[in-house]
């Protein structure tokens, strides 16, 4: 299943995160979940693991297990690199080892000082703040990310994080229209203007956390998951189904693309089976 994004190209509609995967555990898990059926996969610089994915890839594809154009690969520009987008976006080529990128979104809405293509490091100041470049516009940015579909190193660029005031920008000074905005969405934290307003200017809205991000925001910041909510644990028990699937059905069920993560087998096999509820 999957959603047509505003310039043709198909977006499966359920992908795999390996946001804080470990890199000696990736190959594995991602051979593994093609297998059972993924097809979308969800990447970033900042994450620090393209390497390891773009080995698990390589593998992929010698095997025959898949071909490169049967999967939708994304990856994200960091913070500190906004002034530098092309050789950003051929870092993450070279570690992926892919000759051309399904969608690659601006991860975040604001430039940081460059600390080097590849690093992904946010450089304070000397008082410990945030250390932000005020010569980058976003306007620049996203011209920057539209030479690259110029290029044919990308199909699709987008934006990640984006609220409703800077995707609205974003619209405006666009000559190539954000394919999708990548937020975080999930039944605790809903953002039902954001997710209208995106879809009713063609905008795909993928859930970077369509879970509730249990595990990271309780280390964080001590917020209850979703996943314990009585509600959707009394729904899973009456359609037989775990809290996880009743949570991305609801997320696939508003249109949104869901892309949970998880290192377990078990837990990619119950994700990947939402489409029978």
Not at 69 to 88: P, Q, R, Y
Not at 130 to 137: A, V
Not at 168 to 173: E, K, P, Q, W
């Amino acid at each position: 299943m999957a959603i047509t994004l505003n310039n043709g190209f198909k977006m499966p509609i359920i992908g795999l995160g390996v946001w804080r995967m470990d890199g000696k555990d990736i190959k594995d898990l991602l051979i593994n979940s093609i297998k059972i059926g993924y097809r979308h996969f969800d990447c970033a610089a900042d994450y620090q693991n393209e390497a390891e994915v773009g080995e698990a890839l390589a593998e992929a594809f010698q095997t025959g297990l898949v071909k490169r154009e049967d999967l939708f690969i994304t990856t994200k520009l960091w913070n500190s690199d906004h002034g530098h987008v092309l050789e950003a976006c051929k870092d993450s080529l070279k570690k992926l080892q892919l000759d051309y990128l399904d969608l690659y979104l601006v991860h975040f809405p604001i430039a940081t000082r460059h600390t080097g293509v590849g690093t992904t490091d946010s450089a304070l100041c000397e008082d410990g703040v945030l250390d932000i470049d005020t010569t980058i516009s976003l306007e620049t940015t996203w011209h920057a990310m539209e030479e690259l579909v110029s290029m044919g190193l990308v199909r699709s660029i987008g934006i990640s994080n984006y609220d409703i005031f800077v995707t609205r920008d974003c619209l405006a000074y666009a000559k190539v229209k954000p394919a999708v905005n990548q937020i975080e969405t999930h039944p605790y934290f809903q953002r039902d203007s954001l997710v209208k307003f995106c879809q009713k200017h063609g905008i795909c809205v993928t859930a970077h956390t369509p879970l509730g991000g249990a595990v990271a925001n309780t280390e964080w910041f001590g917020s209850v998951s979703c996943l314990d909510d009585p509600i959707l644990k009394g729904l899973a028990e009456k359609y037989k189904k775990t809290v996880a699937q009743i949570a991305l059905r609801w997320g696939i069920q508003r249109n949104t693309v869901v892309i949970p993560k998880s290192s377990k087998s078990k837990r990619l096999e119950e994700n990947f089976q939402i489409f029978r509820l």
